[in-house]
């Protein structure tokens, strides 16, 4: 059974950063499987925001995040990390891992990320 545990939000002021961190557990070959971290803000639908490939390290950003935040995985310990940098009162919502081509696995609890001053 795959699993998701997200974990390092928290409350900052604009222009603050954050460390995200998911550990995913359960999925066969970790290593070859795309990631992405998504995002749901109050009110709306949840949205893809990073994705990390399997080839390479290569990733892609959603245009509002593009230069503040990165994408980074650890395959021995099957993690997949989001640095936010210079963060932004919209970039407040709870943030999800899953994969990265579609969200093909259950949804952990996510974790929460509040932007404001």
């Known amino acids: 059974q795959v699993q998701f545990v997200e974990s390092g939000g928290g409350a900052v002021q604009p222009g603050g950063s954050l460390g995200l961190s998911c550990v995913c557990s359960?999925?066969?070959?970790?290593?070859?499987?795309?990631m992405g971290w998504y995002r749901q803000a109050p009110g709306k639908q949840r949205e893809l925001v990073a994705i990390i490939y399997n080839v390479g390290n290569r990733t892609h950003y959603a245009n509002d995040v593009k230069g503040r935040f990165t994408v980074s995985r650890d395959n021995a310990k099957t993690t997949i990390y989001l640095q936010l940098n210079d963060l932004k009162p919209e970039d407040t919502g709870v943030y999800y891992c899953n994969g990265g081509v579609s969200p093909i696995w259950n949804w952990g609890p996510g974790t929460q990320v509040t932007v404001s001053l």
């Open positions: 359960g999925i066969r070959d970790f290593s070859n499987n795309v």
